[in-house]
């Protein structure tokens, strides 16, 4: 997946299942039918997205109720539309900071089609969660999965990395065939894995490369990105080179 061909920088409608409906493009919308009522994962950055995104509900769905909107985490370009949900419909707000989550997850919808909320916290915020429908195969990850990215804006430890790691094996675990992302492209547990021994390659010779005498300055220019990683989303232009220097800082600084 991680479709190089459409620009995934403008808005596009996908249904990557019976059901799930994505408006993709830099910052990403869902919403799945939960047998004739609509739960939304995340709600954009702009406002000015309000009539768009409110037509494609409509005309996808039927005009159905959006009963809920689920936030991945509260960063302000996931929440901006959270309001006109809850004028235009009374729906409810369900993130970390609104709603008491059990660590098991919280399970939304009475019928066949019910989605799993689950708190993962620490990967890029202390109130991420992800969204699980099993009856589409398909798992939201909000910003936890970032194309490359390491999720955690902070210095990184061996601590915070291997929860990292930890919380990567849940969303494996699942086997879903469609992983959204809170922005750009869909993908699949695929790209999670190899993000994870993407990860684990860089710190190993990240150390190795440190133990050499190598000055961190100079370490970053060892790094190439991996070829079978060169069309993911902005990879190449930006992210690898983001990623090389959070593992190169802790590495040289002794904390991984």
């Known amino acids: ?36 009522e609509i739960l939304v994962v995340d709600a954009l950055e702009q406002p000015s997205c309000e009539r768009e995104v409110l037509e494609a509900i409509a005309e996808t769905t039927g005009d159905k109720r959006v009963r809920w909107v689920v936030n991945t985490h509260t960063h302000y370009d996931h929440i901006a539309l959270n309001s006109v ?4 419909f009374g729906a409810e707000i369900v993130n970390l900071e609104t709603v008491d989550i059990p660590a098991e997850g919280l399970w939304l919808g009475d019928g066949e089609h019910r989605v799993q909320v689950v708190p993962m916290t ?18 939201l990850v909000g910003d936890i999965f970032g194309w490359g990215l390491v999720p955690w804006d902070l ?42 021994s993407y990860v684990k390659e860089l710190v190993v010779a990240a150390v190795l490369i440190r133990d ?24 190449v232009q930006w992210k690898h080179e983001d990623t090389v220097m959070k593992i190169t800082q802790s590495v040289y600084r002794g904390k991984l």
Not at 123 to 134: E, F, K, L, S
Not at 165 to 191: M, Q
């Open 122 to 139: 620490g990967c890029h915020t202390a109130t991420d969660c992800v969204v699980h429908a099993p009856w589409a195969n398909t798992l």
């Open 155 to 196: 210095p990184l430890d061996t601590e915070k990395l291997e929860h990292i790691f930890a919380t990567y094996a849940r969303l494996i675990d699942y086997g879903a065939e469609t992983v959204v992302p809170g922005h750009g492209p869909l993908c699949s547990t695929k790209e999670l894995e190899r993000w994870v």
């Open 85 to 88: 949900f809850q004028e235009r």
């Open 1 to 36: 997946m991680g479709d190089t061909v459409a620009d995934p920088d403008i808005p596009k409608l996908l249904q990557p299942a019976a059901g799930v409906c994505v408006r993709q493009e830099i910052d990403n919308i869902a919403w799945l039918e939960l047998d004739g």
């Open 212 to 235: 050499e005498g190598v000055p961190r300055a100079e370490a970053r220019d060892r790094f190439v990105p991996p070829p079978d990683m060169a069309d993911w989303w902005r990879f």
